[in-house]
C-alpha cells in the first residue's frame, strides 16, 4: 500500500489530464457498448419479411457515425494526451531519481556500480510510462465494458450470460498466477540488463587500457558471459509470458464455443433467437477486447512494478551525509580549519584508517600532507567537504562545527583539484564556468590567465569553445589540470585542497602547474597532498602521516634535521 500512494502522488500534478483521459475513456468505451444494439436493431427491426424500413436504417446509420466521431475523437484525446502524462510521470520520477542520487555520499557511490544506476535512471522508468498511461485507462475501459455487457447481456438471455461469466473467474485467477510469474521474470530481466551496462559502461571507459594490453578478448569473454546470463534470463521470461498469453487466449476461446454450443441449445428449445445469439457474438467481441486490455494492463503492471521496486529501491536509500535541521549557513570564511581528536572509519565493522588526528590551520596558512599510500591522506582532506563523515571527533571552520552548517554553503568556499581531473564533455568555457556558473566571460578568461590557460587555449582551433571530448580526452595532463585550477580560481574558494595534482605529470607541465597552484594558493588556507616532496619546501608546514596518526610536524628544513620518516622519505625520492 506504501508503494501504491508513492506511485499515485505522481499523478497530483495531472489530476486534470487524468480525469479527462479516464471521462473519455469511459465514453469511447460507451460508444463501443452501442454498436452492437445497434446492428440488433437493424436485424430485428428494420429488416423483415415486409423489407427494410429505410427511415429506421437511416437513423442507425446517422447514430453509427454520431458514435464513430465520438469514439475516434476520445480515443486521440487519451492516445495522446494519456501518453503525455505518462511520459510526464516517467520524467518527474527520473529526476527525482537522479536528484536523489547525487544527494548520496562518496561512500555509497564507491560501492555501486555506474552502469547500474544508469539502467535503473533511464531502462527500469520507460515502462512505467506505460503503466502511468494504460494503468488507470485500460481498468477503466474494462469495468465499463464488462459490467455494461453483462448488464445488456443478462437483459437479453441470463443462461448465455451465466455461460460467459462463469468462465471469466477461473481466467482471471490463472491470469494472476501467471502474472507474478511475469512480474518475477521481468524484475531479473532488468537485472541482467544493469549488468550488461556496467560491463559496457566499465569496458568502454577503460577502453585505451584495453587496447594497450590488447585484451580485447577478454573484455569480450566477460561481456559474452553478462550477454549469456541476460540471453538466459529473457528464454525463461519468454517461456513464462507465452504460457501466460496463450493460456488466456485458449481461455477467450473456449469462451466463443461454449456461447455457440449453449447458444444452439437454447434456440432448439426456442428460448433464443438467432438474431440474439448474433448479438451475444458480437458483444463477446467487445468483452474480448477489454480482456485483453486487462492482459495488457497485467503485462504493463508487472513491467511497470519490477521498474518501480527498483527505482523505490535506491530513493529509501537516506543519504548519510544531509544538512542538520536547524543548519546555518556558512559566510565570511577567513579559513581556519581545526581536527578535533577526529577519527575515521568506513563502515562500523572495519578497522579505523585514522584516529586522534588533531591539526589546527590558520587563515591562509599552507599545510602539506605527506606519508606512504594507505595512510589516508586523501581520506582526511575528503573530511573538510563532508563527503565523507567523521566517525568520531569534530572539524570545525572559523570555529563553526561543520556538521552544523549546510552542506552547499560549506561546500562554496572549498575548491579543490584532484590528482584524476575530471572535464566534462564540451567545451572549454563550460568546463571553467562550471566553478561559477553566470560569471562573465571576463571573469572567465582573467581565471585561466591565473591558472596560465589563457596561452595554450588560444592555441586551440575555436579558443573557449574548442570541443575538449569525453574526459578531456583532447587535452593533456597539464592542461587538463590548469582547466582545473583556473575553475577553482574562477569559484574562488578561501580553503583548497590539492590532491597530488602533479605527481603524474612530466618536470615541465609540473613545472607550470605548479606556478598556477603557487597564484592559487596566495592568501588562502590550503592543504596539499604531496606525492613529490620536491613541491612542498616552501610550506608554512609539513604533517607527516603514518598508520598511528601524525608522525612528525614542522617545517621542510626542520624535518629534514630530525632525520626521522620525512626525511628517509625525501632521501628515498631523490636517490
Do not use: W
Not at 476520445?74 to 544527494?103: P, W
Request: net charge neutral.
Amino acid at each position: 500500500m506504501d508503494i501504491l500512494k508513492k506511485f499515485l502522488a505522481y499523478y497530483k500534478p495531472y489530476k486534470k489530464v487524468l480525469f479527462a483521459d479516464l471521462f473519455f475513456a469511459s465514453l469511447a468505451s460507451m460508444a463501443v457498448l452501442a454498436y452492437p444494439m445497434l446492428v440488433n436493431q437493424i436485424t430485428k427491426n428494420a429488416i423483415s419479411e415486409h423489407g427494410i424500413d429505410l427511415a429506421l436504417v437511416v437513423k442507425m446509420i446517422v447514430l453509427f457515425l454520431f458514435l464513430m466521431v465520438v469514439e475516434y475523437g476520445s480515443n486521440f484525446y487519451t492516445d495522446y494526451c494519456g501518453h503525455a502524462m505518462g511520459a510526464k510521470i516517467e520524467s518527474d520520477m527520473r529526476s527525482d531519481l537522479f536528484r536523489h542520487v547525487q544527494k548520496l555520499s562518496f561512500q555509497y557511490h564507491d560501492n555501486t556500480r555506474t552502469g547500474q544506476l544508469m539502467s535503473r535512471i533511464t531502462t527500469d522508468l520507460f515502462d512505467i510510462s506505460e503503466l502511468a498511461h494504460h494503468g488507470p485507462e485500460d481498468t477503466v475501459i474494462s469495468l465499463v465494458r464488462i459490467v455494461g455487457s453483462f448488464i445488456i447481456l443478462v437483459n437479453i438471455n441470463g443462461m448465455l450470460t451465466l455461460t460467459i461469466f462463469l468462465i471469466l473467474p477461473v481466467m482471471i485467477v490463472f491470469a494472476y498466477h501467471y502474472s507474478i510469474k511475469v512480474k518475477n521474470a521481468l524484475k531479473k530481466n532488468k537485472e541482467r540488463i544493469a549488468d550488461i551496462n556496467s560491463q559496457i559502461e566499465d569496458s568502454l571507459s577503460g577502453i585505451r587500457v584495453v587496447q594497450s594490453f590488447a585484451n580485447e578478448e577478454i573484455e569480450m569473454d566477460k561481456f559474452k558471459g553478462s550477454n549469456r546470463r541476460f540471453l538466459e534470463s529473457r528464454k525463461n521470461g519468454y517461456k513464462v509470458e507465452a504460457l501466460f498469453f496463450n493460456g488466456l487466449t485458449g481461455f477467450i476461446s473456449f469462451i466463443n464455443i461454449s456461447v455457440v454450443v449453449v447458444g444452439a441449445l437454447l434456440i432448439s428449445y426456442n428460448q433464443l433467437q438467432l438474431t440474439e445469439l448474433i448479438t451475444f457474438l458480437l458483444y463477446l467481441n467487445t468483452l474480448v477486447d477489454p480482456v485483453k486490455r486487462l492482459v495488457n494492463f497485467t503485462q504493463n503492471l508487472q513491467n511497470g512494478a519490477a521498474g518501480f521496486e527498483r527505482f523505490m529501491e535506491i530513493l529509501a536509500i537516506e543519504p548519510d551525509i544531509t544538512d542538520a535541521q536547524d543548519a546555518a549557513t556558512l559566510s565570511k570564511v577567513k579559513g581556519k580549519v581545526e581536527f578535533v581528536d577526529v577519527g575515521f572509519q568506513y563502515g562500523s565493522e572495519s578497522n579505523y584508517v585514522f584516529r586522534n588526528i588533531n591539526i589546527t590551520a590558520n587563515p591562509g596558512e599552507y599545510i602539506a600532507l605527506v606519508g606512504s599510500s594507505g595512510v589516508g591522506k586523501t581520506t582526511l582532506c575528503s573530511l573538510i567537504p563532508r563527503f565523507y563523515e567523521t566517525s568520531e571527533g569534530t572539524i570545525q571552520i572559523d570555529g563553526t562545527d561543520i556538521k552544523t552548517v549546510q552542506l552547499k554553503s560549506l561546500r562554496d568556499h572549498i575548491g579543490i583539484v584532484q590528482q584524476d581531473v575530471y572535464l566534462f564533455s564540451g567545451t572549454i568555457k563550460e568546463n571553467i564556468l562550471y566553478g561559477k556558473p553566470g560569471a562573465s566571460d571576463e571573469e572567465m578568461i582573467n581565471a585561466a590567465k591565473h591558472a596560465n590557460a589563457h596561452e595554450f587555449i588560444m592555441g586551440l582551433p575555436g579558443g573557449y569553445n574548442a570541443n575538449i571530448g569525453q574526459r578531456g580526452v583532447k587535452l593533456s595532463g597539464g592542461q587538463k589540470q590548469r582547466l582545473s585550477i583556473a575553475r577553482v580560481f574562477l569559484k574562488n574558494p578561501s580553503i583548497l585542497i590539492f590532491d597530488e595534482a602533479t605527481s603524474a605529470l612530466d618536470n615541465e607541465s609540473e613545472s607550470v602547474v605548479q606556478e598556477s597552484f603557487e597564484k592559487l594558493a596566495r592568501n588562502r588556507t590550503t592543504f596539499v597532498i604531496a606525492h613529490r616532496l620536491s613541491t612542498i619546501k616552501n610550506a608554512d608546514r609539513i604533517i607527516v602521516l603514518s598508520e598511528k596518526g601524525i608522525a612528525e610536524e614542522g617545517t621542510h628544513a626542520k624535518l629534514l634535521e630530525k632525520k626521522g620518516i620525512y626525511e628517509k622519505l625525501y632521501t628515498m625520492q631523490f636517490n
